[in-house]
Protein backbone atom coordinates (compact mmCIF):
# COMPACT_ATOMS: atom_id res chain seq x y z
CA UNK A 1 0.00 0.00 0.00
CA UNK A 2 2.61 2.39 1.06
CA UNK A 3 4.24 1.92 -2.71
CA UNK A 4 1.24 2.45 -4.15
CA UNK A 5 0.56 5.30 -2.61
CA UNK A 6 3.77 7.11 -3.39
CA UNK A 7 3.78 5.60 -7.28
CA UNK A 8 0.40 7.48 -7.60
CA UNK A 9 1.54 10.52 -5.72
CA UNK A 10 4.19 10.86 -7.72
CA UNK A 11 2.27 9.86 -11.03
CA UNK A 12 -0.17 12.19 -10.49
CA UNK A 13 1.36 15.38 -8.81
CA UNK A 14 4.90 15.71 -9.77
CA UNK A 15 6.05 17.25 -13.24
CA UNK A 16 8.19 15.43 -16.24
CA UNK A 17 11.44 17.01 -16.22
CA UNK A 18 13.27 15.88 -19.23
CA UNK A 19 13.03 13.48 -21.98
CA UNK A 20 15.38 10.29 -22.51
CA UNK A 21 17.24 10.60 -26.36
CA UNK A 22 17.41 6.81 -26.43
CA UNK A 23 13.34 5.98 -25.79
CA UNK A 24 11.64 8.86 -27.16
CA UNK A 25 8.63 6.11 -27.18
CA UNK A 26 8.71 4.72 -23.49
CA UNK A 27 10.42 6.63 -20.89
CA UNK A 28 10.96 10.45 -18.73
CA UNK A 29 12.78 10.98 -16.01
CA UNK A 30 11.86 12.86 -12.98
CA UNK A 31 12.65 12.63 -8.70
CA UNK A 32 10.27 12.87 -6.53
CA UNK A 33 10.87 13.50 -2.01
CA UNK A 34 8.42 13.75 0.23
CA UNK A 35 8.44 15.97 3.52
CA UNK A 36 9.77 13.28 5.36
CA UNK A 37 12.58 11.24 4.95
CA UNK A 38 11.14 8.91 2.42
CA UNK A 39 13.70 9.74 -0.77
CA UNK A 40 12.93 7.91 -3.74
CA UNK A 41 14.23 8.32 -7.33
CA UNK A 42 11.99 6.83 -10.04
CA UNK A 43 12.60 6.14 -13.48
CA UNK A 44 9.36 6.09 -15.69
CA UNK A 45 8.14 5.05 -18.80
CA UNK A 46 5.85 7.74 -20.02
CA UNK A 47 2.36 7.07 -20.68
CA UNK A 48 -0.07 9.47 -21.41
CA UNK A 49 -3.13 7.95 -19.94
CA UNK A 50 -2.89 7.04 -16.22
CA UNK A 51 -5.12 3.96 -16.52
CA UNK A 52 -3.40 2.01 -18.94
CA UNK A 53 -0.02 1.11 -17.51
CA UNK A 54 2.15 -1.51 -16.17
CA UNK A 55 4.59 -0.49 -13.82
CA UNK A 56 8.11 -2.52 -12.51
CA UNK A 57 9.12 -1.42 -9.78
CA UNK A 58 12.31 -2.01 -7.38
CA UNK A 59 12.20 -1.17 -3.74
CA UNK A 60 15.08 -0.72 -1.69
CA UNK A 61 14.56 -0.57 2.32
CA UNK A 62 18.13 0.69 3.65
CA UNK A 63 17.89 -0.05 7.06
CA UNK A 64 17.06 -4.25 7.01
CA UNK A 65 18.88 -3.99 3.05
CA UNK A 66 16.19 -5.70 1.83
CA UNK A 67 14.87 -5.84 -2.03
CA UNK A 68 11.57 -6.49 -3.87
CA UNK A 69 10.62 -6.21 -7.34
CA UNK A 70 7.37 -6.82 -8.95
CA UNK A 71 5.03 -5.64 -11.94
CA UNK A 72 1.78 -4.50 -11.53
CA UNK A 73 -0.03 -5.10 -14.81
CA UNK A 74 -2.74 -2.41 -15.85
CA UNK A 75 -5.69 -1.75 -13.94
CA UNK A 76 -9.25 -1.68 -14.68
CA UNK A 77 -10.47 -1.26 -11.31
CA UNK A 78 -10.91 1.40 -9.46
CA UNK A 79 -8.60 1.70 -5.82
CA UNK A 80 -8.18 3.90 -3.43
CA UNK A 81 -4.24 4.79 -1.42
CA UNK A 82 -3.91 6.49 1.19
CA UNK A 83 -0.57 8.87 2.18
CA UNK A 84 1.83 6.79 3.95
CA UNK A 85 4.53 8.88 5.81
CA UNK A 86 7.50 6.78 7.03
CA UNK A 87 10.80 7.88 9.08
CA UNK A 88 12.83 5.00 7.46
CA UNK A 89 14.91 5.71 4.00
CA UNK A 90 13.57 4.08 1.28
CA UNK A 91 14.70 4.05 -2.44
CA UNK A 92 12.20 3.37 -5.40
CA UNK A 93 13.23 2.84 -8.79
CA UNK A 94 10.21 2.07 -11.13
CA UNK A 95 9.14 1.77 -14.75
CA UNK A 96 6.62 2.68 -16.21
CA UNK A 97 5.38 1.54 -19.86
CA UNK A 98 2.79 2.25 -23.14
CA UNK A 99 0.08 -0.52 -22.72
CA UNK A 100 1.43 -1.06 -26.85
CA UNK A 101 5.13 -1.79 -26.06
CA UNK A 102 5.11 -3.83 -22.60
CA UNK A 103 5.05 -7.32 -25.13
CA UNK A 104 8.08 -5.51 -26.38
CA UNK A 105 10.21 -6.20 -22.85
CA UNK A 106 8.23 -9.17 -21.36
CA UNK A 107 9.37 -13.02 -21.72
CA UNK A 108 5.76 -13.76 -21.70
CA UNK A 109 2.67 -12.99 -23.77
CA UNK A 110 0.56 -10.78 -21.52
CA UNK A 111 -2.76 -12.39 -22.04
CA UNK A 112 -3.14 -12.59 -18.25
CA UNK A 113 -1.64 -9.67 -16.43
CA UNK A 114 -4.56 -7.67 -16.07
CA UNK A 115 -4.98 -6.27 -12.77
CA UNK A 116 -2.22 -8.37 -11.30
CA UNK A 117 0.72 -7.40 -9.16
CA UNK A 118 3.71 -10.37 -9.17
CA UNK A 119 7.14 -11.19 -8.51
CA UNK A 120 8.76 -8.75 -11.23
CA UNK A 121 10.84 -12.58 -12.96
CA UNK A 122 7.42 -13.84 -13.92
CA UNK A 123 7.61 -11.48 -16.68
CA UNK A 124 10.64 -10.17 -16.42
CA UNK A 125 13.20 -12.81 -15.65
CA UNK A 126 16.66 -11.40 -14.10
CA UNK A 127 15.17 -8.14 -13.64
CA UNK A 128 14.93 -8.33 -10.02
CA UNK A 129 18.62 -9.51 -9.40
CA UNK A 130 19.84 -6.38 -11.97
CA UNK A 131 18.15 -3.73 -10.06
CA UNK A 132 19.07 -5.25 -6.74
CA UNK A 133 23.00 -5.07 -6.96
CA UNK A 134 22.07 -1.71 -9.06
CA UNK A 135 20.36 -0.04 -6.15
CA UNK A 136 22.55 -1.54 -3.69
CA UNK A 137 25.57 0.41 -5.43
CA UNK A 138 23.88 3.57 -6.53
CA UNK A 139 21.72 6.18 -4.54
CA UNK A 140 20.78 9.08 -7.10
CA UNK A 141 18.72 8.97 -10.01
CA UNK A 142 21.59 10.71 -12.32
CA UNK A 143 23.31 7.50 -11.51
CA UNK A 144 20.77 5.38 -12.12
CA UNK A 145 19.46 6.49 -15.05
CA UNK A 146 22.44 5.34 -17.88
CA UNK A 147 22.61 2.36 -16.33
CA UNK A 148 18.70 1.95 -16.72
CA UNK A 149 19.25 2.90 -20.00
CA UNK A 150 21.61 0.02 -21.17
CA UNK A 151 19.42 -2.67 -19.31
CA UNK A 152 16.73 -1.64 -20.96
CA UNK A 153 18.24 -1.37 -24.69
CA UNK A 154 19.45 -4.94 -24.17
CA UNK A 155 16.00 -6.18 -22.92
CA UNK A 156 14.07 -4.38 -25.66
CA UNK A 157 12.71 -7.03 -28.09
CA UNK A 158 11.97 -5.33 -31.23
CA UNK A 159 11.47 -8.37 -33.66
CA UNK A 160 8.29 -8.58 -31.61
CA UNK A 161 6.49 -5.19 -33.00
CA UNK A 162 3.63 -5.76 -34.61
CA UNK A 163 2.33 -3.09 -36.75
CA UNK A 164 -1.67 -4.05 -36.64
CA UNK A 165 -0.82 -3.49 -32.75
CA UNK A 166 0.81 -0.44 -33.47
CA UNK A 167 -1.78 1.11 -36.24
CA UNK A 168 -5.11 -0.39 -34.15
CA UNK A 169 -3.49 1.40 -30.92
CA UNK A 170 -2.88 5.08 -32.66
CA UNK A 171 -6.29 4.88 -34.46
CA UNK A 172 -7.73 4.36 -30.40
CA UNK A 173 -5.35 7.01 -29.37
CA UNK A 174 -6.46 9.28 -31.94
CA UNK A 175 -9.80 8.94 -31.79
CA UNK A 176 -9.72 9.74 -28.15
CA UNK A 177 -11.11 5.97 -27.53
CA UNK A 178 -13.96 5.95 -29.57
CA UNK A 179 -13.54 4.76 -32.87
CA UNK A 180 -15.72 1.67 -32.73
CA UNK A 181 -14.21 -1.67 -33.34
CA UNK A 182 -15.36 -2.26 -37.27
CA UNK A 183 -13.27 1.15 -37.82
CA UNK A 184 -10.40 0.25 -35.99
CA UNK A 185 -10.31 -2.75 -38.23
CA UNK A 186 -10.76 -1.14 -41.57
CA UNK A 187 -7.84 1.22 -40.57
CA UNK A 188 -5.67 -1.92 -39.79
CA UNK A 189 -7.11 -3.88 -42.67
CA UNK A 190 -7.07 -6.77 -40.06
CA UNK A 191 -10.30 -8.85 -39.34
CA UNK A 192 -12.10 -8.54 -35.73
CA UNK A 193 -11.07 -12.03 -34.72
CA UNK A 194 -7.44 -11.43 -35.39
CA UNK A 195 -6.78 -7.99 -33.73
CA UNK A 196 -8.36 -9.00 -31.04
CA UNK A 197 -6.40 -12.25 -30.78
CA UNK A 198 -3.23 -9.80 -30.72
CA UNK A 199 -4.60 -7.42 -28.61
CA UNK A 200 -5.27 -10.11 -25.64
CA UNK A 201 -2.16 -12.01 -26.29
CA UNK A 202 0.53 -8.36 -26.58
CA UNK A 203 -1.22 -6.02 -24.56
CA UNK A 204 -3.82 -8.03 -22.33
CA UNK A 205 -6.86 -6.55 -23.03
CA UNK A 206 -9.76 -6.50 -25.66
CA UNK A 207 -9.76 -3.45 -28.36
CA UNK A 208 -12.94 -2.08 -26.77
CA UNK A 209 -11.71 -2.35 -23.10
CA UNK A 210 -8.57 -0.32 -24.37
CA UNK A 211 -10.69 1.87 -26.06
CA UNK A 212 -13.12 1.92 -23.27
CA UNK A 213 -10.00 3.00 -20.77
CA UNK A 214 -8.43 5.74 -23.26
CA UNK A 215 -11.88 7.38 -23.34
CA UNK A 216 -12.48 7.25 -19.88
CA UNK A 217 -9.38 8.90 -19.26
CA UNK A 218 -10.02 11.49 -21.67
CA UNK A 219 -12.86 12.42 -20.10
CA UNK A 220 -11.06 12.32 -16.24
CA UNK A 221 -8.84 15.26 -17.74
CA UNK A 222 -11.58 17.25 -18.94
CA UNK A 223 -12.79 16.70 -15.57
CA UNK A 224 -9.77 17.76 -13.76
CA UNK A 225 -8.78 20.62 -16.18
CA UNK A 226 -11.76 22.48 -17.02
CA UNK A 227 -13.00 25.24 -14.65
CA UNK A 228 -16.37 24.20 -15.47
CA UNK A 229 -17.24 20.86 -16.97
CA UNK A 230 -20.59 20.63 -18.78
CA UNK A 231 -21.17 16.60 -18.95
CA UNK A 232 -23.20 17.58 -21.84
CA UNK A 233 -20.63 18.73 -23.99
CA UNK A 234 -18.44 15.30 -22.97
CA UNK A 235 -21.22 13.16 -24.06
CA UNK A 236 -21.84 14.49 -27.59
CA UNK A 237 -17.37 14.97 -27.30
CA UNK A 238 -16.74 11.37 -26.46
CA UNK A 239 -19.84 9.72 -28.36
CA UNK A 240 -21.68 8.25 -25.06
CA UNK A 241 -25.54 7.80 -25.75
CA UNK A 242 -26.41 9.68 -22.63
CA UNK A 243 -25.60 11.30 -19.15
CA UNK A 244 -26.02 8.31 -17.31
CA UNK A 245 -24.09 6.32 -19.78
CA UNK A 246 -21.13 8.49 -19.24
CA UNK A 247 -21.34 8.53 -15.61
CA UNK A 248 -21.86 5.34 -14.87
CA UNK A 249 -19.28 3.91 -16.79
CA UNK A 250 -16.70 6.56 -15.14
CA UNK A 251 -17.83 5.10 -11.66
CA UNK A 252 -17.24 1.89 -13.42
CA UNK A 253 -12.97 2.71 -13.25
CA UNK A 254 -12.95 5.58 -10.81
CA UNK A 255 -15.42 4.31 -8.18
CA UNK A 256 -17.48 7.76 -8.23
CA UNK A 257 -18.97 10.60 -10.30
CA UNK A 258 -16.78 13.20 -12.01
CA UNK A 259 -17.81 16.25 -9.95
CA UNK A 260 -17.09 14.08 -6.70
CA UNK A 261 -14.09 12.68 -8.10
CA UNK A 262 -12.59 16.22 -9.13
CA UNK A 263 -13.62 17.39 -5.37
CA UNK A 264 -11.57 14.63 -3.82
CA UNK A 265 -8.41 15.20 -6.55
CA UNK A 266 -8.39 18.96 -5.40
CA UNK A 267 -8.51 18.30 -1.77
CA UNK A 268 -5.54 16.58 -1.44
CA UNK A 269 -3.50 19.02 -3.11
Not at 199 to 211: A, D, E, R, T, Y
Request: overall charge positive.
Amino acid sequence: MAVLAMLIFAFLTYPILTLVEHFPLYTKFFVERNNSEVKMSLFLVFLMFIILIAVFWGWLDYRTNRFSANYCGMNDRPFMASSVVETTLYSCFAIRFHFWAIHLFADYHLRDSLNICIDSDVYFHGWSGFFEDMMSKTRTIKERIPIAEQFLLSKLKIHKSNNNVLNAAYSILNSKGTIPIKDVCSYTAVSQRQIERLFLHQIGMSVKKVSSLVRYQHVWQDVAYSREFDIQDAVVKYGYADQSHLINEFKKYHSMTPIQAKKRAFKQL
